[in-house]
């Protein structure tokens, strides 16, 4: 779920064009009904105690799914040792958001173990070259005038964002909507090209007190399809100039996929600091979600059905 | 592509607990990397002039996939005459996303003949009756007090909805919201849950000129899982009571997923025509989206390229 699931997302959408068999990422409560022995699983919360993913990871090993575990701790190591289940454990002490790296890099390194994907050491130290380039013209201490974060931080008071991804940028899109949803506590929307052009593009045409609340950013790249270059300027120009409240633009850097969509994650997440920052709200608080949790806690008593459940798997 | 991609995923929503194979929705120019000899592509179009199904079909017939296509006529059934692809013929005349039946029902079929789910057939027609239902106590001549649809309608004019679905209403919360967009024509979203009391929650902490502004209609399901139940309500008490514009629901009828899906989606489907209404737009017009592919059509020639990679397939 949420900060853990967005690294499967991101590891398909960055190897997409390199991965040898499908990868699925599963938000709920159990598994769809094809993964079968055949199946490797792997489980990922990075508290350990997300009662989907637990309920999930469960589900797995009862049906001899070959199950590996991710978590900084929590029920997920405490029911992986029991059940003698492979397990990586996580640096702790960190939002789950924050630890997508964490997250990101073993998922790729137990796939290139496994031959899914070919390696990519040099892709993620390029990576971390980018986005430290990208920190460097970006923070703090950096003028607005030369802070392209900031001056998108600013032109977003007050609007609703709305994120155009597609392609390899598609679970950037949704990432960088996540971020401006928890940390700059805004209502926030992403979509997808080309489909969008299918049905969303008619919904720009409500009375413009409606479609001006929302700021358009469109993810770009140099490198980008012709056939997408071609759509977002037009979908720009012919359908959003006239109704969007603004049109703002975020370009991936890097040469590979993954340098690409993860530069796009990580000029989002600046950008919803700021954006936090001029909206004066704590972008670490993270109020709402922990109170759900606790209410389904008490409610369900998920975490005790699946405990009894893993007693019963003991080997 | 739009009401072509989503027969796909309303049929893996509706039967997933019945499918022995995964099924992929594809919504791009190309297929994934891993789709080889060993898959079957169901390429469908109503129109079947999708440029990005026509790209996705040829790449699916060069790499060796076992290839059935659907359509009303266009290019589509063009190829496939050409190439000896097997084509179901689909009346025509209709908008995209009236057809759907006509899309939805014989994928089922071709999926149930291939062995893929059981017979569906009793489901179906049972589905029509529930809808034959829905219709008859929401039509035009029933006065807006009896009439539920009506009623929605009145209660969305001036918001942007937001649909929220789960589980197997999943792909039937995204068919509302294009129906919003598309009949309607006003901005509207859709999330899912759990998924989005991870992140969503979050942002409707915003200040109240901006979240006032989303009318939240909550997908309910009498059947709904106990999980799924206490997430909805708690997420609509704890979260969404003091800052959302208003709270909606819509409940599922009937008693397969396959009908409560299509049920919900039909009362959708009549909601967004008198929200149209309500609205004074012509539920029927689709001029951005044939302004769009006309334009993509002058600047990137994509017809012509597939023409002659089909040219260069021929037997």
Not at 49 to 75: H, P, Q
Not at 200 to 212: F, R
Request: hydrophobic share 40%.
């Amino acid at each position: 779920m949420g900060g853990s699931a967005i690294s499967g997302d991101l590891a398909r959408d960055a190897l997409g064009d390199r991965f040898s068999v499908p990868l699925f990422v599963s938000r709920d409560y159990s598994l769809p009904p094809f993964a079968d022995r055949d199946f490797l699983v792997l489980a990922s919360s990075y508290s350990g105690n997300t009662e989907e993913t637990l309920s999930a990871y469960v589900d797995a090993v009862e049906r001899g799914c070959m199950v590996i575990s991710l978590s900084s701790g929590g029920k997920l190591e405490e029911f992986s040792r029991t059940l003698g289940i492979p397990h990586l454990h996580l640096p702790s002490g960190m939002l789950p958001r924050t630890a997508l790296p964490f997250m990101l890099i073993p998922i790729l390194t137990v796939l290139n173990k496994l031959e899914v994907i070919p390696p990519v050491e040099e892709d993620v130290m390029h990576a971390s070259e980018v986005l430290r380039d990208i920190l460097s013209r970006n923070s703090v201490g950096i003028p607005t005038a030369d802070n392209s974060a900031k001056k998108l931080a600013v032109e977003l008071v007050g609007y609703a964002p709305v994120v155009y991804g597609w392609g390899y940028l598609s679970s950037a899109a949704y990432r960088v909507m996540t971020d401006f949803q928890e940390n700059s506590k805004v209502p926030a929307k992403s979509a997808l090209l080309p489909e969008a052009d299918h049905n969303e593009v008619l919904g720009w045409q409500a009375p413009k007190n409606l479609t001006a609340l929302f700021a358009v950013i469109l993810l770009r790249d140099r490198g980008e399809p012709k056939e997408m270059k071609a759509r977002i300027e037009a979908t720009r120009d012919l359908i959003l100039k006239e109704r969007a409240g603004k049109i703002l633009e975020m370009s991936a850097e890097g040469e590979t996929n993954l340098q690409k969509s993860l530069s796009t994650v990580y000029k989002g997440l600046i950008t919803s600091y700021y954006l936090a920052i001029a909206n004066r709200v704590d972008p670490w608080k993270t109020g709402a979600i922990d109170l759900l949790k606790k209410e389904l806690e008490i409610r369900l008593k998920t975490r005790d059905e699946i405990s009894t459940r893993v007693e019963g798997l003991k080997p």
